[in-house]
């Protein structure tokens, strides 16, 4: 079972004990620097992966040049990522919140880049033929139904399970990372990881806007979090930038 298996289990159980009243919707505006400037028409082409990079990442000669570690990390990532999109979109029909709809999207080219390495590498695909909402993951499935049972109590609700999928996706892919010598996986790992960085400033400045509550940090460190949501949203490039987890998670229970 992943991180984000085992932490947001945890935090759907907790916050299923609190209500929240949704406040009225306000606009999205787009202010100078930090969360507050990210609009939620900008989250689509922020964090496309770079294909012609990975396409000039050595080519495998075999599938048994992956390690088990690196195999079930490939497989679990397609799955999260398409539990990520497929949250999105159901909040998307329930809340009508353009935030959604358009992280969503951006999930689903995260879900095209690690399915990349899937086909590189001649793995199966864990994701082959399920609809919205089907996981083949007994974990990610059981994940999945609580979460959208927990996000229709109320926006803020929505908007806060949306930030804690981010940050537990920022930590897996750290894990992950720490997992693999190989280029072409640790390019696509990375900017996932800076995708995730995104979303995370989407849904809290949504957050803010939407509500006027302040989001507080469920799983990264505050320091961490703090340099994730005081830069500005990243465009262009791979690599790892200023933000990352760096081991500074909070896990479960912690």
């Keep these: 079972m992943g991180l984000l298996t085992v932490a947001l289990l945890t935090i759907v159980g907790l916050s299923a004990c609190a209500t929240t009243e949704t406040t009225a919707a306000q606009p999205i505006t787009q202010a100078d620097g930090g969360a507050d400037s990210i609009d939620a028409v900008d989250i689509d082409t922020s964090v496309n992966i770079d294909q012609a990079s990975l396409n000039q990442t050595p080519a495998p000669i075999s599938m048994s040049a992956l390690s088990e570690v690196e195999s079930e990390g490939i497989l679990y990532m397609r799955e999260e990522e398409k ?27 995260h879900m095209d880049a ?17 609809d919205v909402g089907a996981f083949t993951n007994p974990d990610l499935q059981a994940l999945y139904d609580q979460l959208i049972d927990q996000s229709s109590a109320s926006l803020a609700d929505a908007l806060r399970v949306g930030g ?6 920022i930590l897996d892919l750290e894990e992950r990372l720490g997992q ?16 995730s960085r995104n979303h995370l400033r989407a849904f809290v400045s949504t957050l803010e806007q939407q509500t ?10 505050q320091d961490v979090y703090d340099a994730i949501i005081n830069r500005a949203i990243e465009r262009g490039g ?14 479960a229970g912690q």
């Design 114 to 130: 690690v399915l990349s390495l899937i086909e590189r590498y001649g793995l199966d695909d864990p994701a082959a033929g399920n």
């Design 238 to 251: 791979n690599g790892r930038g200023n933000g990352q987890g760096n081991g500074q998670g909070r896990r």
């Design 180 to 195: 693999t010598d190989k280029a072409d996986i640790q390019l696509v790992y990375e900017s996932l990881m800076k995708g």
């Design 164 to 169: 804690a999928i981010e940050e537990i996706d």
């Design 83 to 109: 539990l990520a999109r497929d949250v999105y979109l159901t909040l998307y029909k329930r809340w009508e919140l353009p935030v959604f709809q358009n992280i969503a999207n951006s999930e689903q080219t």
């Design 212 to 221: 006027g509550e302040s989001y507080q940090p469920q799983y990264l460190s």
